[in-house]
């Protein structure tokens, strides 16, 4: 028995030292590097081609070119599946010398480019029709493209692509490209990943420009994730037509207009990057863009400076686009404003607002929207400016405006705020408002500014530490509603608001006179309002 048992271990043994080999065959057969045969160019090996496209001409679909460190001056079409291997990025070119309108043309499908130099890719006669890497026009698509580990520098386009789908850039930088260093047309799964895009672009002249850093038109699931944007003429990143975008740890810097501009775009999150010091825009989202935007923990600061334009600033949500929601942001030191708002029912909870002129502004196309449990500290002019209708501003922290919240849209709701530290506290230009249980503190000159408004509910406030009553001015507007609110200290008596009325008796003949409006039941101590969540 013993016998039988020690002869089916051998011939285990053996059976397992014959798989072993075969099995380890196969896992080297399956990794990328190794499939097919490798061709090399340039170096001393017995064999090896001088140029990098008989290489390619003689090698077979899967096969590896590697190029030895050198410069190649030539033009390289790859019409079959293979790598093309660069030894070392730094010291592996492929250098155009002026002479072509591409370097690495791609007219196929599974093809790796690693590890080179491409430069000076551009016609002087052509301005603008030159690139680095032409991913030429396929139907219906020239398929998983990966380019790793490039430098693409002083070309006109660095990459440009037409319908492409799994197409990966990873660990290139694109630079002093004067047209665009990435562009691309009718794309999908795209990703763009640990990459620099650094002086891309030129101007024209006046306010024309050949745009820098990324433009993609008419593609859908994009990702763009671990770059740096620097000073690149145009924007940073822009995408006109696309759908499941998601924009996430970039740093974004220094563009000549804007850092992300997005056009008829759907399903966007842009989450965890730095976008500063764009000349006119940190973010904007043009007209035509279906919704379901979330933008979300960025940190959005010093853009807009130098311009007076009332689109300058940390971001513009223009009209036409629903479902936004902002959260989470720190929005710093942005010249007009933090955030423009003309989307209609977005969201904005949760944010930071620090030393910008304006916090928020929510104009005429952003009706219903909120503004919730946000902080605004030392925003020079006003902290929540609301032109829209029915906007709401509740459990907000104000501190250090000029003017804490400007009304001048109609059937604001304005509720649970801290005001503190301003010199107007809530200033209204139109009718209809609720302006209920804030807290209004420490007010340099008054608390409440009624200035052409009626018809408003104004009740349990706290006005505390303020230098002037409310200030009264109605036109030809109903009586507002005091009720309740708490003045400083207990008081027996009505609250009196004196003020004045324009009446209209004839086209001709409008006199002013004087008015009064009375909160007939203040409070006789502070409410304890908790006005952050």
């Keep these: 028995m013993k016998t039988k048992v020690l002869a089916v271990l051998i011939i285990l043994l053996f059976i397992g030292t014959c798989i072993t080999p075969a099995i380890a065959q196969n896992t080297k057969i399956t990794q990328p590097t190794s499939r097919g045969n490798t061709l090399y160019v340039g170096g001393s090996g017995p064999g090896n081609y001088s140029k990098i496209q008989d290489a390619i001409d003689n090698a077979s679909d899967g096969d590896t070119v590697f190029v030895y460190e050198g410069v190649y001056y030539e033009w390289v079409n790859i019409e079959k599946p293979l790598t093309l291997q660069g030894q070392d990025k730094e010291t592996t070119h492929i250098d155009a010398t002026y002479n072509y309108d591409r370097l690495i043309e791609i007219s196929t499908s599974f093809v790796t480019i690693d590890g080179f130099t491409l430069e000076n890719c551009y016609n002087p006669s052509s301005p603008g029709f030159s690139q680095a890497i032409w991913i030429k026009e396929r139907t219906p698509y020239s398929e998983n493209i990966r380019i790793s580990n490039c430098i693409i520098t002083h070309d006109d386009k660095g990459i440009f692509f037409e319908n492409a789908a799994n197409l990966s850039i990873l660990n290139c930088t694109l630079e002093y490209n004067p047209a665009q260093g990435f562009w691309g047309n009718h794309g999908i799964n795209i990703l763009i990943e640990n990459c620099s895009f650094n002086t891309n672009g030129h101007t024209m002249g006046g306010n024309w420009f050949v745009p820098g850093g990324i433009t993609l038109e008419d593609c859908n699931q994009i990702d763009i994730q671990d770059c740096q944007f620097a000073l690149n003429k145009g924007w940073g990143i822009a995408i006109f037509n696309g759908t499941r975008i998601t924009i996430k740890n970039n740093s974004i810097r220094s563009s000549s207009w804007y850092g992300i501009d997005m056009n008829a775009i759907n399903d966007l999150e842009i989450t965890q990057n730095m976008i500063s010091s764009n000349t006119y825009m940190g973010i904007i989202i043009n007209p035509d863009a279906e919704g379901n935007i979330t933008i979300h923990n960025n940190n959005i600061s ?207 003949i409008k006199p002013t006179v004087p008015a009064i409006e009375i909160d007939w039941h203040p409070a006789k101590e502070p409410y304890n309002i908790s006005w952050m969540r």
């Design 302 to 508: 010093s853009n807009g400076h130098g311009q007076t334009d009332f689109t300058s600033g940390g971001m513009y949500l223009s009209s036409n686009t629903t479902n936004v929601s902002i959260s989470n942001n720190t929005f710093y030191k942005n010249n007009i404003v933090g955030i423009i708002v003309q989307s209609p029912y977005s969201q904005i909870t949760n944010n930071t607002f620090i030393r910008n002129k304006k916090g928020v502004q929510v104009d005429t196309g952003g009706a219903h929207s909120v503004i919730h449990d946000n902080w605004f500290l030392d925003n020079s002019q006003i902290g929540i400016q609301i032109n829209a209708e029915y906007g709401r501003g509740t459990h907000n922290t104000i501190y250090g405006s000029q003017t804490g919240v400007y009304l001048s849209g109609f059937g604001a709701l304005v509720s649970h705020n801290l005001i503190s530290n301003v010199k107007w506290g809530i200033l209204t230009t139109s009718s209809w408002h609720n302006i209920s249980s804030n807290t209004i503190v420490n007010v340099s000159g008054r608390c409440v500014s009624v200035n052409g408004s009626g018809n408003m509910v104004i009740r349990s406030n706290n006005f505390l530490n303020y230098s002037q009553d409310p200030y009264l001015y109605r036109y030809y507007e109903p009586w507002n509603h005091w009720n309740g609110n708490y003045w400083g200290k207990p008081r027996l008596l009505p609250k009196v608001i004196f003020g004045k009325q324009r009446l209209w008796l004839t086209d001709k």
